[in-house]
């Protein structure tokens, strides 16, 4: 296994994508391999801000604030697919058609969602390097 495997690896583990027997591996290779046990440190350090602290995502922000992010990124999104099109087609924001605790029962999902961009942008950014010749 490569060094890039590995890495990739660790982050499924942190991830907490990794099931079964081949978590159960993966563990028992965890005790023997102090680099993989590092990467799987460092991922779960990177990944943190998006774990829930005492079961409240996103810690550091107010219910309020999470529904602003929450809002501002579907804006984004539908602003882009509009500016795709000669006429816009004006989606409407599915938020506003949802009560106050669906969106708070997204958040738990919402937070794997992001820890799963980073990892992916990781992964993309990496794979740029070496279509770029620079890796």
């Known amino acids: 296994m ?3 495997e590995r890495n990739w690896l660790a982050a499924d583990y942190a991830l907490g994508v990794i099931r079964g027997a081949e978590k159960a591996a993966f563990e028992t290779q965890l005790k023997t391999d102090p ?3 590092a ?5 779960q350090k990177r990944l943190s801000a998006f774990q829930p602290a005492g079961g409240v995502p996103y810690p550091t922000m107010s ?19 509009n ?6 087609q004006q989606l409407p924001n599915p938020l506003q ?3 106050p605790e669906q969106i708070s029962a997204m958040r738990p999902m919402v937070s794997r ?3 799963s961009y980073v990892v992916l942008l990781e992964r993309l950014k990496i794979q740029q390097a ?6």
């Open 2 to 4: 490569t060094d890039e």
């Open 35 to 37: 680099a993989l046990a």
């Open 39 to 43: 990467s799987v440190l460092d991922w």
């Open 63 to 81: 219910e309020t604030e999470v529904d602003a992010a929450l809002n501002a990124v579907f804006q984004r999104v539908f602003t882009e697919i």
């Open 83 to 88: 500016t795709q099109f000669d006429t816009p």
């Open 97 to 99: 058609k949802l009560s």
């Open 113 to 115: 969602l992001l820890a």
């Open 130 to 135: 070496k279509m770029a010749g620079a890796v």
